[in-house]
């Protein structure tokens, strides 16, 4: 199984930048989609951004024009750039690797075990 290692969450002021990572443990050289979701208390786990191996990102509409993801094929590694952060944007942050090989496993998920962001106001 593919493990997902995440970093680069902590605490900041609103306005301000953090950039997460998450690395797989394991070559990813198949069809697959990266990305985040995050989960606030009360609150449903909800999509932050993904992005193909292709780079094309998609992301939520709370976070257009603040976040940027990207990804690094060879490091099989995808990145999250928050800036302008808000204090709505706390929560546990959850790299996701979704498979898009057809057949039985086609959108089969892998999760990291979260990263906290607190944005304090």
């Known amino acids: 199984q593919v493990q997902l290692v995440e970093s680069g969450g902590g605490l900041v002021q609103a306005g301000g930048s953090l950039r997460l990572s998450c690395a797989a443990s394991?070559?990813?050289?198949?069809?697959?989609?990266m990305g985040w979701y995050r989960q606030a208390p009360g609150k449903q786990r909800e999509l932050v951004a993904t992005?193909?191996?292709?780079?094309?990102?998609d992301y939520a509409d709370s976070v257009k024009g603040r976040f940027t993801i990207s990804r690094d094929n060879a490091k099989d590694t995808v990145y999250l750039e928050m800036n302008s952060l808000k204090p709505e944007d706390t929560a546990v942050y959850y790299c996701?690797?979704?498979?898009?090989?057809?057949?039985?496993?086609?959108?089969?998920?892998?999760w990291g075990q979260g990263t906290q962001v607190t944005v304090s106001s």
């Open positions: 992005i193909t191996r292709g780079n094309s990102p």
């Open positions: 394991r070559n990813i050289f198949w069809i697959n989609a």
């Open positions: 996701n690797l979704r498979s898009l090989i057809p057949g039985p496993q086609y959108g089969a998920d892998y």
